[in-house]
């Protein structure tokens, strides 16, 4: 395991600085910030700060909308997602920590929208890696990490958040997961 | 009967639910934790995951139900599963069909699990031993013998309340004899560490080999309430007693009845908990049923989390060959 040698409060502040211009020019005003468990949590906790959202911060668990349950099982200890309701026509921001195949993403999209409609939904990712499996990409990153396909980007924090890439034991297995 | 069908696959993960003996510790948690997971689906506004979708489950109800098979049903709603509803009054095996045609005759039309329940003991192994290797099994109860989800609802609901079951002083009490929710209780209390497990009962209503699953046996209410944790009420099930097991109902509410004075005996902080349905005035004292140490209805409340557990589990481990392309 390698850390990788970045300055996360500085990309912190290059997203929130991002992210404000973004919000202005879509002019979005009625904005809900929502992060996915458990590095897009920690992640979207700094930037609801930083970025002063009165909106309470929504929280999400996609563990029960994964594709790949049939193949995994579910994992038990599943966090319970939570909205801030209602989220019809909201501007949501969704986060998270790594973005990757981009099937995270999808089930937490599935998941919002069965809460409701909302008016736009911006994602937002420290990390963006290659390996999409799905037309999927974030509107705000923070780095972009070039890394071999069977390498793993994984964030360890709440405190101090810290970027590691993990050589994985089996190359191409259990992929899906970012 | 046991021994012909696994309910584990070969990776030990759970295929089938049709008892809980022979199942170890790391299972029944992983049971419960998993229903804690679920249990903030059926809080939230959006009472639905997709889990389950596009899978079909069969409620094969040849006993009448109205608790379990209701919470059975919301449990595979739930989770997105198409559910079909099968009670016997509406069904062949009126009209003469064996078990194995409704069996085969339900794999026809493509379904992926059965609940099951039965008058017969064994009618659940019966359906995991004939059914085809992507089908799972769960017993909803069958005769004497199990219960195993009635068990596992309480179980959770014990740890919900009480913070644990490890260390606790269980007492069960009534007709034991006839209960397979007490024997599936008894096997899950001593896999997840209850100190003492006790039964209250009168003589003719305890089977003659309870001692050999490891309880201690009481005949006098309050000694066998003395000190417990948690109470267990059970119904006095008169429909399947032969013969004169009992003097009379009232005075079996004398002797055994779970009363605020009986209660005296118990932990000042003991639960009272009933599987339903309840016979108030015969095994309970109205006021305790609806009293503060009463949690009877979360008992219910908690049968579709554990429900939803147990039915995703046992659906998520399909080798990969089953998995969608």
């Given at each position: 395991m390698t850390t990788v040698d970045v300055d996360i409060e500085k990309l912190l502040g290059n997203i929130a600085a991002g992210l404000k211009t973004l919000l202005q020019t879509r002019k979005a005003d009625a904005v809900t910030m929502i992060g996915i468990h458990t590095g897009g949590v920690w992640i979207a906790r700094r930037l609801h700060q930083q970025l002063q959202l009165n909106e309470p911060l929504g929280e999400l668990d996609i563990s029960f909308y994964r594709d790949d349950f049939t193949r995994a099982g579910i994992n038990p200890q599943v966090k319970p997602s939570r909205l801030p309701s209602p989220i019809d026509d909201r501007h949501i921001i969704l986060v998270d920590d790594v973005l990757y195949t981009g099937r995270t993403i999808r089930a937490a999209l599935n998941e919002i929208f069965d809460y409701g409609r909302p008016a736009a939904v911006t994602l937002v990712a420290l990390v963006e890696r290659g390996g999409r499996e799905l037309p999927i990409q974030a509107d705000v990153f923070g780095i972009h990490l070039d890394v071999a396909p069977d390498q793993q980007v994984k964030l360890l924090g709440p405190d101090p958040l810290r970027l590691t890439i993990t050589e994985s034991r089996v190359a191409h297995a259990g992929r899906g997961g970012t | 009967m046991n021994q012909a069908v696994s309910q584990l696959d070969s990776d030990g993960?759970?295929?089938?639910?049709?008892?809980?003996?022979?199942?170890k510790r790391d299972i029944l948690e992983d049971i419960l934790d998993t229903a804690e997971s679920l249990s903030s689906v059926t809080e939230q506004s959006v009472k639905k995951v997709p889990l389950l979708r596009g899978k079909t489950i069969v409620n094969l109800f040849f006993e009448p139900s109205t608790r379990t098979r209701t919470t059975f049903e919301l449990a595979a709603k739930r989770l997105s599963a198409d559910v079909l509803n099968i009670n016997v009054s509406t069904s062949a095996a009126a009209k003469g069909e064996t078990l194995l045609d409704t069996l085969k005759n339900l794999e026809a039309m493509h379904c992926d699990m059965f609940v099951v329940r039965h008058e017969r003991s064994g009618t659940a192994h019966f359906f995991a031993r004939h059914a085809q290797p992507h089908i799972s099994v769960i017993n909803a109860g069958d005769g004497r013998h199990a219960h195993p989800t009635q068990a596992m609802l309480d179980m959770f609901t014990i740890r919900r309340v009480k913070g644990r079951i490890n260390g606790l002083r269980v007492a069960i009490v009534g007709d034991i004899l006839h209960s397979r929710v007490a024997r599936s209780q008894i096997h899950a209390l001593a896999v997840l560490g209850a100190s003492e497990i006790r039964v209250v009962a009168p003589k003719t209503l305890i089977p003659a080999a309870a001692h050999t699953l490891g309880v201690h046996v009481f005949h006098d209410l309050r000694q066998g309430l003395r000190d417990v944790d948690v109470v267990i009420a059970l119904r006095l099930q008169s429909e399947r007693m032969q013969g004169?097991?009992?003097?009379?109902e009232r005075e079996y509410f004398h002797l055994y009845g779970v009363t605020e004075k009986a209660l005296e005996a118990a932990h000042p902080d003991a639960i009272v908990m009933h599987p339903g349905p309840v016979n108030r005035g015969v095994e309970i004292q109205s006021s305790v049923a609806d009293g503060p140490r009463s949690v009877i209805l979360q008992q219910v409340t908690h049968g579709i989390a554990v429900r939803m557990a147990v039915m995703s589990l046992a659906m998520g481990h399909r080798p990969p060959a089953e998995a969608p392309k």
């Open positions: - | 993960r759970l295929r089938h639910f049709l008892t809980i003996e022979g199942l004169a097991m009992l003097p009379s």
